[in-house]
């Protein structure tokens, strides 16, 4: 038995498996991509260390694809097989693991939620449960749970930074931008290499409209993030809202190039298809076609991903982004295939499955439709699900795109309450009003009372 870098047990004897193990878990936590790298030498110095075989299938779960999941069984088995010299809080990360697999995504984060709440310097607990709560559309459990481990923090702890970094982004999508903003500076403070803080920061300048200051917060910080993974691709997509906000589109469309849907990077070769970075591009070409930019052929590589991705629903916020790039591309028989998979994936009882049926299927529905211009039905399919478009995941700042495309079709079918509504709606989510944000100016002079 040896202890990780926060005193906490791990049932391995050998140093070098722990020295390693540490070293993956403090990259993961800073989003870099030597992770893997570390967690593999860690099996290598100790192949019956069951935690490592853990940490393993939640890489691989990280992905939200399908393609994956053998991967993380396999890894789950593996973990199995030495759970008997498993301490009580390592034989929990196999069962959180376990019910990840199944799809039982509330489960997974009791159970997290659990470790935490005795070791809450168990960073994979805390920092898993946080980036899934994000995903499930949960921001008030990732405040609460934020707060719950803050408390035991503190700057001698490796970690510290992450701590706040995910202090500041639950405060930021709970509104309460005071707290997130002090809290994301310090973490960066900490370490300027912090991704997760240089992108909590990003989202409350966001919010409050604060955009000369979040193009400048972004570039300054970006030579601190080499090594760095996907979140990456996010960061440039952060920098282009603000962009799109001073209508700056070819500084837009430079990022999407060479920024955030950079296909020849190492990065993107690496996973053409990340979920993340298919959600940036999508959504970024959505937006920049409102407002009448030619976005050339780039919907095209996406449309072939998003079809070669047909029945993989793990990600459900992904979803209508896959379906915009097969709408733009007027792939309607792909797109129907799509559906059908979806349908068949909602038959399913886990939490996303769930998810899927209620939400993301009307939602993928009206992305197409309102493609092929029936935007009276594109409202009738998203008025019942406005108030839950949330649960799927995803910031502010990237269900905003949702909220654009119900205000596209109410406009384009001239239904003057739907603008109202939408309007409303985004007033009570938006500090900035409806009439200084690109994407409602319009409408909101049009409709103006
Ligand atoms: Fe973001």
């Known amino acids: ?54 940490l393993r299938g939640y ?7 399908k393609a994956n999941i053998q991967g993380a069984a396999e890894a789950l088995a593996e973990a199995r097989k030495h759970a008997k010299r498993t301490t ?7 069962e959180a693991l376990a019910r990840w697999v199944d799809g039982d995504l509330d489960r997974m984060l009791e159970v997290w939620r659990g470790v935490f709440a005795e070791h809450p310097h168990d960073v994979l607990a805390f920092r898993l449960h946080h980036f899934n709560a994000f995903w499930l559309g949960r921001p008030a459990t990732m405040q609460a749970e934020v707060e719950r481990v803050f408390p035991h923090w503190s700057a001698e702890l490796p970690g510290w930074g992450m701590i706040l970094s995910c202090r500041c982004f639950a405060h930021e999508e709970a509104g309460n931008y005071t707290l997130a903003e002090g809290a994301g500076r310090q973490a960066i403070e900490v370490d300027p290499g912090d991704l997760w803080g240089a992108h909590a920061i990003a989202h409350v300048l966001e919010m409050q409209g604060r955009r000369s200051e979040g193009i400048d917060w972004l570039k300054r910080l970006e030579p601190n993030w080499e090594g760095a993974n996907n979140l990456k691709h996010h960061l440039f997509w952060h920098r282009s809202l603000f962009h799109i906000e001073r209508r700056e ?17 190492p990065l993107t070769l690496a996973m053409p298809d990340m979920y993340i970075d298919v959600q940036n591009a999508a959504s970024m070409l959505f937006r920049l076609e409102r407002q009448g930019v030619d976005v050339g052929d780039r919907w095209l590589e996406l449309a ?28 309607g028989a792909a797109a129907q295939r799509m559906i059908d998979g979806m349908r068949a994936f909602a038959r399913g009882n886990g939490t996303v499955e769930r998810l899927v049926g209620r939400v993301a299927l009307p939602l993928c ?73 690109i994407g409602y100016a319009a409408a909101a002079a049009r409709y103006a009372h």
């Not at 589109?249 to 950079?262: A, N, P």
């Not at 029936?374 to 990237?398: C, N, T």
């Open 1 to 54: 038995m040896r202890k990780d870098l926060h005193g906490l047990t791990l049932s391995t004897d050998s140093g070098t498996a722990v020295d390693a193990f540490d070293r993956a878990t403090l990259a993961y936590l800073k989003y870099r991509t030597d992770a893997a790298r570390h967690l593999g030498a860690a099996l290598k110095a100790d192949p019956q260390f069951a935690l490592g075989h853990v």
């Open 59 to 65: 890489f691989n779960m990280l992905a939200y694809n």
């Open 88 to 94: 009580t809080r390592e034989a929990a990360h196999i």
């Open 249 to 265: 589109f070819d500084e837009v469309l430079s990022l999407y190039d060479h920024g955030f849907r950079d296909l020849g990077s």
């Open 304 to 331: 072939d991903k998003a079809e070669a991705r047909i029945g993989d629903c793990l990600s459900a916020f992904t979803l209508p982004h896959w379906m915009m790039a097969l709408a733009a591309t007027g792939r």
């Open 365 to 437: 529905e009206a992305v197409m439709a309102h493609r092929q211009s029936r935007h009276a039905e594109v409202l009738k399919l998203m008025r019942p699900i406005l108030g839950d478009m949330y649960l799927l995941g995803g910031s502010h700042a990237q269900q905003d795109v949702l909220e654009q495309l119900f205000l596209d079709s109410a406009l384009k079918a001239d239904s003057a309450g739907d603008v109202q509504l939408i309007l409303e709606r985004v007033s009570g989510r938006h500090p900035v009003p409806p009439s200084r944000r």
